[in-house]
């Protein structure tokens, strides 16, 4: 059984939602196995989504509509669909209390064109929604195709399709195999070097490796078809063992590992301290940190000191190496650093300084020149200069400082631990 995502909305085809439905889906019909060749976004049109629909037919078995179950008249999906294969649509008054029900428990009455939603195909079951007032449909209208609508909220979506969908589907005989990914990520080096040094397991056909990069990070993405996850984990595990001893320290975690949290943990394991301090990043490496949940456990706190002042007073910085160097330099870099970790009483200090740009530059420090201070527990403080240039903008050069200044902490972590 092959399976098509079908996502309704104008909303989507100009740019203004962005499309984390079909991503959702896609991830989960791989999960059960199920294959999907196509994606498709149409907008709020009767005439073009029966277009849409006559091509589906013919070459997939399981169609995923999103979008477009509301009570506005350019919410079409049920009835359009009805519509192309012949069907009319029934009035259930089940989901009319629903909604009734739903409506009445925020002290609100239910508005007539919410009927509009308890409108299905005669011979459609009802896709439940606990969340939400529209539901979706599960519906066979021909022999070998399945039909089932999920409205275009992410949250009602992701409800409907793990209570009631994926049962059905699994029950119904609609999948077959498994298919699992795990994900290793990679910081420090480009994606045509590691596709160069894994370059063999290019061409495996189970499990599957696929590099791919994104916002500087690279990852390998290994994937396994098997009768169950367990069998599928099983075809991954050596894999990703060769991968991790070839790529060494430039592997830094899989699937939902960052570089905060996977410093977050050596720092846990160690039992020790880090503060920051921030001028061209503003709070971003604070906030990378701070994301991770028991931060606080091991992040005390930073200091964004933007402008030389504040690296003067509360970071101890050298006026006459601010007037000699410059805020973008080695040393004020490694004094931010031991400044913040004395400032804090931390057992390690992390600094950022650098030209996020657009202006700023100079031929001698052009923007995205950036340096990482780290002063560690013995009171040595190191400096670290970066050149990331500035094609791609501010907030590019901002991030990229940031996960490098991470990741250049991890690998001093790794080497103390060691």
């Known amino acids: 059984m092959v399976a098509e995502i079908i996502c309704v909305g104008t909303e989507l085809l100009l740019g203004d939602i962005l499309n984390s439905n079909a991503q959702f889906l896609a991830k989960e019909l ?50 359009t669909i009805a ?34 939603q308890a409108l299905i195909p005669e011979t459609a079951d009802i896709l439940p929604n606990r969340s939400g007032s529209a539901p979706g449909i599960i519906w066979q209208p021909v022999s070998n195709v399945i039909v089932m609508t999920f409205p275009g909220v992410p949250a009602e979506l992701h409800l409907m399709w793990r209570e009631t969908a994926v049962p059905y589907l699994k029950n119904g005989g609609w999948c077959s195999e498994t298919i699992y990914s795990r994900t290793l990520k990679f910081w420090g080096i480009a994606e ?19 590099p791919y990069a994104n916002h500087g990070e690279v990852k390998l993405r290994i994937s396994a078809r098997a009768e169950s996850e367990v069998a599928a984990k099983n075809l991954i595990e050596p894999i990703e063992q060769q991968l991790r001893q070839i790529a060494g320290l430039d592997c830094y975690g899989a699937d939902s590992d960052t570089l905060a949290s996977t410093v977050g943990q050596l720092l846990l394991d160690a039992g020790q301290t880090l503060s920051v301090a921030e001028s061209c990043t503003g ?65 390690w200090g992390l600094s950022i300084t650098g030209i996020a740009g657009p202006g700023g530059g100079t031929d001698a420090k052009p923007v995205g020149l950036v340096y990482v201070g780290l002063a560690g527990p013995h009171g040595d403080a190191e400096s670290f200069e970066y050149r990331f240039g500035d094609a791609r903008g501010r907030d590019w050069i901002r991030n990229l400082s940031s996960c490098t200044a991470l990741d250049q902490f991890r690998r001093k972590l790794l080497f103390a631990k060691a």
């Open 283 to 347: 709070g971003g490496l604070g906030a990378m940190l701070t994301g991770v949940a028991g931060s606080s456990c091991y992040f005390l706190g930073g200091i964004i000191s933007y402008d030389n002042r504040v690296k003067e007073g509360l970071l101890g910085v050298n006026p006459q190496d601010l007037a000699e160097f410059g805020a973008v330099s080695h040393q004020v870099a490694k004094q931010m650093a031991a400044g913040v970790r004395a400032s804090l009483n931390t057992n």
């Open 30 to 79: 791989a999960s059960l196995g199920i294959p999907h060749y196509y994606q498709t976004v149409v907008g709020d049109n009767p005439e073009r989504i029966k277009q849409v629909l006559e091509i589906a037919v013919s070459r997939s078995q399981i169609l995923l509509f999103t979008g477009g179950l509301g009570p506005t008249p350019d919410d079409l999906t049920v009835e």
């Open 83 to 116: 519509d192309f294969f012949g069907v009319p649509l029934i009035e259930k008054p089940e989901i009319i209390a629903d909604i009734e029900y739903k409506f009445a428990q925020r002290g609100r009455t239910m508005s007539p064109s919410n009927r509009k």
């Open 192 to 210: 045509s070097a590691l596709a160069e040094k894994v370059d063999s397991f290019l061409n495996l056909t189970n499990p599957t490796v696929a």
